[in-house]
């Protein structure tokens, strides 16, 4: 090692290296005028960012925006393409279907069925009856309208 | 390494930033810096054309990337990496363009300087680039910053990327390889 220190105390750190005379001048003066033009550094212009617009500024919100709308369109035309017939659809029943499409069957049932509320309801709508001459029993039963009096039948 | 003081380096990468100085600013950049890089290409590369079209590269890609540059590093320590990535690069397409060895490769450069004939000194001096030239490359980048530049190992760190201890665990060795280099020359 101190054989080693001796050599290189001896160099005193001089690497021998020699250039051509005026090598580092003229090479200062070739390399800048050899420089590339860069406007994307060098020019005020570019460097100054231009304001967005309004649009611009919501541009990426209305994009989102009808995204969203084309997404959820979508699933809801999925969601009517795949949904069932409606359950309460008369289509669905065709024995009732049938039953209300017999005129006879809706006759009977319609005069057999009627309760006596429907008839008060049907007898309040003509004019001529005085309601204050009506005898109103506890509850009306068929009985009850058979006993009316003659100028209520 | 460093022929300005870290204030006027600081002034200069502001001007750097400067759109409308930018270009002055590099212009004072290359005349600052391009002997200390150039020494730094030339103990890695013997042949003065060589270090000469890889010192216009260093500062093309320099000037090419001023953009990323942020003053993070120093400047001169940011373009001694490029230099010296430069300089490594250009020996690994050499190999491969000839075809040798690293070990050939080392003969070659020992040639080279043997019969450099931009060289000054006396013999010894030669004879001390012959043996870095003989050194791995990490351990010949390490002794020409540290021995030739007289870098400190902390800067030589954020150049190479090494750890401070790595660093000094290569000086070590390539001055013990140099010692058995002049033992044979005896």
């Known amino acids: 090692m101190k054989e080693t220190n001796d050599i290189l105390g001896k160099t005193g750190r001089n690497d021998g290296i020699a250039v051509p005379e005026g090598y580092f001048a003229d090479f200062a003066a070739r390399m800048t005028a050899s420089l590339p033009v860069r406007p994307e550094i060098e020019s005020e212009s570019t460097v100054l960012a231009m304001p967005r617009t309004p649009w611009q500024k919501i541009r990426p ?9 084309g997404v959820w369109c979508m699933l809801k035309m999925f969601s009517l393409m795949s949904t069932p017939a409606d ?8 024995e ?13 049932y319609v005069v057999e069925d009627l309760n006596q509320w429907d008839l008060m309801d049907e007898l309040i709508e003509d004019d001529d009856l005085d309601l204050s001459e009506l005898p109103m029993p506890d509850s009306i039963d068929s009985e009850s309208i058979h006993n009316l009096p003659e100028n209520f039948q | 390494m460093s022929v300005i003081s870290t204030e006027d380096e600081q002034k200069l990468t502001e001007r750097l930033r400067q759109p409308g100085q930018c270009r002055d600013a590099f212009g004072e950049v290359v005349r600052l810096y391009s002997e200390p890089l150039y020494r730094q290409i030339r103990r890695m590369v013997p042949r003065h054309e060589d270090a000469d079209d890889l010192l216009q590269n260093t500062f093309i890609k320099a000037w090419g990337s001023l953009e990323n540059f942020r003053g993070e590093a120093r400047l001169s320590t940011w373009l001694y990496k490029i230099a010296v990535n430069e300089a490594i690069s250009f020996l690994d397409r050499e190999r491969r363009r000839q075809s040798i060895s690293l070990d050939d490769q080392q003969q070659q450069l020992v040639a080279q300087i043997e019969a450099d004939e931009n060289i000054d000194g006396d013999k010894v001096a030669r004879q001390l680039r012959q043996a870095v030239a003989m050194l791995p490359e990490k351990q010949r980048l390490v002794f020409n910053m540290k021995y030739y530049d007289d870098m400190k ?4 760190s954020e150049i190479l990327g090494t750890s401070v201890g790595a660093l000094k665990t290569s000086y070590h060795l390539a001055v013990k390889k140099i010692e058995q280099f002049f033992s044979g020359q005896d």
């Open chain 1, 61 to 69: 919100y209305v994009y989102m925006a009808a995204m969203f709308a």
């Open chain 1, 87 to 94: 359950p309460l659809a008369i289509e669905s029943y065709p």
């Open chain 2, 153 to 156: 190992y902390e800067k030589i």
């Open chain 1, 96 to 108: 009732l279907a049938d039953a209300l499409g017999d005129e006879q069957f809706v006759k009977e």
